[in-house]
């Protein structure tokens, strides 16, 4: 599931190609039509739709009624793992206790240090002098989960909040596919 441009799942799928991976991404979910990540399924002829939060509802209606859809797509498709990749969207406890243990995320900071939106941002202002990204199962918390691995990536003297999160993106294209795999092998579990 994703948010944005998608670069996170352009290297899930680039590692997939390279036929060295143990699991598959047989479709992409969106929250927007506009998320430039779609553009990378249809290049490697993965299913993707988009399912955009309903317009004539508000608050927690328009949620659940956002992630029923994308719940009946999932049971639709055999879906055995769910895998957010820069997904932005906080999801309900109800959407987490179906999927609890096959709902994973990666996160741009070491976690605990950093949840949230800002992880870089916050990760400077703090001082920091290492931060990195980290591979959860999600839970009813905000980047709250089990860890299951994490990368550390140097905070430069000279870091910018754009600088050090393109290195953590290096690193996050690195260990995704790796965990999942690990996940798919059953050498990682709950």
């Not at 769910?82 to 996160?107: A, C, D, E, Q």
Request: one cysteine or more; proline letters at 5%.
């Amino acid at each position: 599931m994703i948010s944005g441009g998608g670069s996170g799942l352009q290297a899930l799928l680039k590692h997939q190609e390279g036929g060295t991976r143990l699991h598959a991404t047989t479709l992409v979910i969106a929250d927007s039509e506009s998320a430039g990540g779609l553009s990378h399924a249809r290049d490697y002829g993965v299913d993707f739709v988009a399912i955009p939060l309903p317009k004539d509802l508000k608050g927690d209606e328009r949620r659940s009624a956002h992630e029923e859809q994308i719940m009946n797509i999932i049971d639709s498709k055999d879906i055995e793992l769910v895998v957010l990749s820069g997904y932005m969207r906080i999801l309900t406890s109800s959407f987490v206790s179906r999927w609890k243990g096959r709902l994973v995320n990666i996160h741009p900071s070491l976690l605990p240090d950093f949840p949230g939106a800002h992880a870089q941002k916050d990760a400077l202002e703090a001082g920091v002098r290492v931060s990195g990204c980290t591979v959860h199962f999600v839970d009813e918390g905000v980047d709250s989960g089990p860890i299951i691995e994490q990368r550390e990536v140097p905070v430069l003297d000279s870091d910018t909040v754009k600088t050090l999160s393109e290195r953590i993106k290096e690193a996050e294209h690195e260990l995704y596919p790796k965990v999942l795999d690990d996940i798919s092998s059953g050498r990682v579990s709950p």
